[in-house]
């Protein structure tokens, strides 16, 4: 058969993930000639041969892509017949002012671990690294994606490392980060007030000597700072959350390898996926009840079952666990609470080393501070709780105009997004808006976000909130239009832009608190809406909240609020043992709050129901940390219980029948286990019976489900399962956060839609 030649042309994440050698592998192995090179637009191969080979080389792009790797098209055209004698990889250009996609960081991968084992300049060398791995968005302070626009621009390649950058056919073929010990990055010890050491065997040793002791260590690592000790140890668990200042909130915890974390976790095939790919997230997982005489920490993660566990992804991390006893070790981030995960050596010094007993720093900068991500596997899929490292900040492709657009999220678990053609760059976790220092990092990443994607900002995107610090930041960032958009609007635009649905749908937002149009606070919001607009069909019934947005940290509140609305003072002689817990006085207090309406705005927040019976089952009385009480609850949760309370569908949903049966199960001493899971089949029903009258009555078979409160994996799992049952089509969020980390894409859909719709 005759040659023919044929041009090709990717997009997507193409770039800074090992995709031009990998061209030429997969080409040269099809005995194809021709030309690969990246533009800032894509990459571009030209290949000739007969039509069979390349058959199998389009195969193989498709099939055998690098994992970092993300196509979003290949388009092919046969042009005249070219002749060539090899295949090479060609010199970059650009041609136009477009921009390419930014890889997310990598985990090291095998080749480079070895390479840490073979003799020669990488020999424990904690820096290794390759066109398959190691650090990328970390380290890039510009685009295009090269060496002198990274924070590596300060480390000469030696010869051989210059060599391996200038092979095609080496690992290290354009490897930006490419170092060795002769010429790369370095770590050093620190303890007391000063540098002790910068050898890497000293470092690892006096380490491990110190986690085996009990002690607190601070390590720089790929994103940020951590902090580590023994997991296994509940002192040194202690010590670290004195140090902290954090009371409950569950640490994460590094494991060796997938076998030890098997004997302390639950893992299925999913989860193991999550757990050992290239992205290295955090992954929540079921403790198991070992029997084994090595437990972990209780204290650890504060008495829940979850757990939150990751495998080693730096080099460091095998290298450290080679030395180390202990098969786990608490990775926290290096930061008080409240405040971003530090990045720099000096305030991280000043802060941390009067404190801890040893600090591991090292001297490549990180540009674009990432935390580590968290992941939970919900109805066989990997569900994103925060969105950083290994995730951030690859596009979400949508299939709406996005161009221009700056979308400023909410407030707390704060991400914001900006727009370039049809894609939204949703930024790494942010954080909790209120401290100093995270306001400073939010503004400064949203200009670096602005100038490395090459975005002329044209449309701006904010919550209806007038107090966000983040509605604010929207308003006085410069003398640009601005959408303010309904933050439950906001939770379900945002699954639908991830789902890229337009059109009519049933929402269903469930989450702690959002501004409403109404003046009272929203959280349990069914809408009929699309991009555009929504209408609200109906939400939980309001409740007073005493005390406003403080109430979420004590739940006792709203389970008074709760009890007082549905029996009156009467419920204080029922004997509830919850009720011996609580400062006589404070209850008396709160309603008089209620009874002279004294800061107690009306919530239909379906965070705050969660609150009350977490509160009523004795589970929480005041939250360490946010959501404690829905997670407590959700942690006692039985399978094998279908029994639930009744509710009714007025023109609100209410539950006062729930409390009231949920308060006679209490007295009869039912199981608080069989009490909860009662609840949450209480909640999928209504949401199951809401939504079907909806359909009923509009004609509307989409349900789009968003809001932190889907974090549950009972209820989700339960809602998505009834609602499939009954023919509706579910859609939930995968790869975008359901709880406000993911509002920002939704902000910016619906602005995109607007401005199409020319209402803005
Ligand atoms: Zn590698
Ligand atoms: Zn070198
Ligand atoms: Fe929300």
């Known amino acids: 058969m005759s040659e023919i030649s044929l041009e090709v042309i990717v997009t997507g994440l193409v770039q800074g993930v090992g995709f031009r050698p990998f061209i030429f592998r997969i080409a040269t192995k099809a005995g194809l000639t021709?030309?690969?090179?990246?533009?800032?637009?894509?990459?571009?191969?030209?290949?000739?041969?007969?039509?069979?080979?390349?058959?199998?080389?389009?195969?193989?792009?498709?099939?055998e892509a690098p994992p970092a790797s993300m196509i979003e098209a290949i388009s092919t055209v046969e042009i005249k017949s070219a002749v060539f004698d090899s295949f090479r990889i060609l010199e970059s250009h650009n041609v136009s002012d477009e921009i390419t996609e930014i890889s997310p960081d990598i985990a090291v991968c095998n080749d480079c671990l070895e390479d840490i084992t073979k003799s020669g300049s990488r020999l424990n060398y904690a820096f290794v690294n390759c066109t398959n791995c190691g650090p990328r968005f970390t380290i890039i302070q510009d685009l295009p994606y090269d060496r002198a626009k990274t924070t590596m621009k300060t480390f000469a390649m030696c010869p051989e490392c210059r060599e391996e950058y200038e092979t095609v056919t080496d690992r290290r073929f354009h490897a930006q980060p490419t170092a060795c010990s002769n010429c790369g990055p370095t770590y050093e010890l620190y303890a007391g007030q000063s540098k002790v050491s910068e050898s890497i065997d000293?470092?690892?040793?006096?380490?491990?000597?110190?986690?085996?002791?009990?002690?607190?260590?601070?390590?720089?690592?790929?994103g940020g700072m951590h902090l580590a000790c023994d997991a296994f140890n509940e002192t040194a668990v202690k010590k670290l959350r004195d140090l902290k200042n954090r009371e409950g909130k569950p640490?994460?915890?590094?494991?060796?390898?997938?076998?030890?974390?098997?004997?302390?976790?639950?893992?299925?095939?999913?989860?193991?996926?999550?757990?050992?790919?290239?992205?290295?997230?955090?992954?929540?997982?079921?403790?198991?009840?070992?029997?084994?005489?090595?437990?972990?920490?209780?204290?650890?993660?504060?008495?829940?079952?979850?757990?939150?566990?990751?495998?080693?992804?730096?080099?460091?991390?095998?290298?450290?666990?080679?030395?180390?006893?202990?098969?786990?070790?608490?990775?926290?981030?290096?930061?008080?609470?409240?405040?971003?995960?530090?990045?720099?050596?000096?305030?991280?010094?000043?802060?941390?080393?009067?404190?801890?007993?040893?600090?591991?720093?090292?001297?490549?900068?990180i540009y674009n501070r990432t935390d580590d991500s968290v992941t939970r596997i919900i109805g066989g899929k990997e569900r994103i709780f925060r969105r950083s490292r290994g995730y951030a900040p690859a596009a979400v492709r949508t299939a709406m105009n996005t161009e221009g657009i700056v979308a400023f999220g909410a407030e707390l678990t704060n991400c914001f997004c900006v727009g370039k053609g049809q894609k939204a760059f949703l930024s790494q976790h942010i954080g909790d808006l209120q401290g100093l220092e995270t306001i400073q990092f939010y503004e400064n990443t949203i200009k670096q976000f602005i100038s490395l994607f090459r975005v002329k900002p044209e449309l701006l995107a904010v919550d209806m909130h007038p107090e966000y610090i983040s509605t604010k930041a929207g308003l006085n960032y410069g003398n640009f239009q601005v959408v303010k958009i309904q933050h439950h609007h906001a939770h379900i635009a945002s699954c639908m832009a991830e789902h890229m649905l337009d059109e009519k749908v049933i929402?269903?937002?469930?989450?702690?608190?959002?501004?409403?149009?109404?003046?009272?606070?929203?959280?349990?919001?069914?809408?009929?809406?699309?991009?555009?607009?929504?209408t609200r069909i109906t939400h939980f019934d309001y409740i007073p909240l005493p005390g406003g947005d403080s109430a979420a940290e004590e739940p006792w509140r709203t389970a008074v609020s709760?009890?007082?609305?549905?029996?009156?003072?009467?419920?204080?002689?029922?004997?509830?043992?919850?009720?011996?817990?609580?400062?006589?006085?404070?209850?008396?207090?709160?309603?008089?709050?209620?009874?002279?309406k004294i800061n107690c705005p009306l919530s239909s927040g379906a965070g705050r129901l969660f609150d009350c019976v977490a509160s009523l089952l004795d589970l929480v009385q005041e939250a360490t940390f946010q959501a404690e009480g829905p997670?407590?609850?959700?942690?006692?949760?039985?399978?094998?219980?279908t029994e639930s309370y009744a509710f009714e569908c007025k023109e609100t949903i209410q539950?006062?029948?729930?409390?009231?049966?949920?308060?006679?199960?209490?007295?009869?001493?039912?199981?608080?286990?069989i009490i909860a899971t009662k609840?949450?089949?209480?909640?999928?029903?209504?949401?199951?019976?809401?939504?079907?009258?909806?359909?009923?009555?509009?004609?509307?078979?989409?349900?789009?489900?968003?809001?932190?409160?889907?974090?549950?994996?009972?209820?989700?799992?339960?809602?998505?399962?009834?609602?499939?049952?009954?023919?509706?089509?579910?859609?939930?969020?995968?790869?975008?956060?359901?709880?406000d980390g993911g509002i920002a894409l939704g902000q910016l859909a619906v602005a995109s839609k607007r401005r199409e719709l020319l209402c803005v």
């Open 34 to 63: 021709g030309w690969v090179l990246n533009t800032n637009e894509n990459v571009k191969i030209l290949v000739t041969g007969d039509p069979v080979n390349i058959s199998s080389f389009l195969t193989a792009l498709r099939n």
């Open 202 to 222: 000293v470092i690892l040793d006096r380490v491990s000597q110190s986690v085996e002791n009990s002690g607190v260590v601070l390590i720089k690592g790929l």
């Open 251 to 365: 640490f994460a915890v590094m494991f060796r390898d997938i076998a030890q974390l098997k004997i302390h976790a639950e893992v299925n095939e999913i989860e193991e996926q999550s757990l050992v790919s290239w992205r290295r997230p955090i992954v929540l997982l079921k403790k198991k009840n070992t029997t084994q005489q090595h437990v972990l920490a209780q204290n650890l993660n504060a008495g829940l079952n979850l757990l939150g566990v990751m495998l080693p992804y730096m080099p460091f991390h095998y290298m450290l666990f080679q030395q180390l006893k202990t098969s786990a070790i608490v990775l926290t981030s290096g930061n008080f609470s409240s405040e971003p995960i530090l990045i720099d050596n000096k305030p991280a010094l000043e802060q941390f080393l009067p404190v801890v007993d040893l600090a591991v720093m090292h001297n490549r900068d």
């Open 507 to 534: 929402g269903v937002a469930l989450d702690g608190t959002g501004y409403g149009t109404d003046g009272h606070i929203w959280g349990s919001e069914f809408l009929v809406c699309d991009l555009n607009d929504f």
């Open 562 to 596: 709760f009890l007082y609305k549905v029996y009156g003072k009467e419920f204080l002689s029922l004997g509830l043992p919850f009720l011996n817990h609580l400062d006589p006085d404070k209850v008396a207090l709160i309603i008089q709050m209620i009874d002279k």
């Open 631 to 641: 997670m407590r609850l959700e942690a006692i949760v039985r399978t094998d219980c």
């Open 655 to 673: 539950f006062g029948l729930t409390i009231q049966e949920i308060t006679d199960d209490i007295r009869r001493g039912t199981d608080t286990s």
């Open 679 to 739: 609840f949450h089949n209480t909640i999928i029903l209504a949401i199951f019976e809401t939504v079907k009258s909806i359909r009923l009555k509009e004609g509307i078979n989409k349900v789009v489900l968003s809001g932190g409160v889907f974090q549950n994996k009972y209820l989700l799992e339960g809602t998505i399962q009834v609602l499939l049952k009954n023919n509706f089509e579910v859609y939930s969020h995968a790869t975008v956060p359901s709880n």
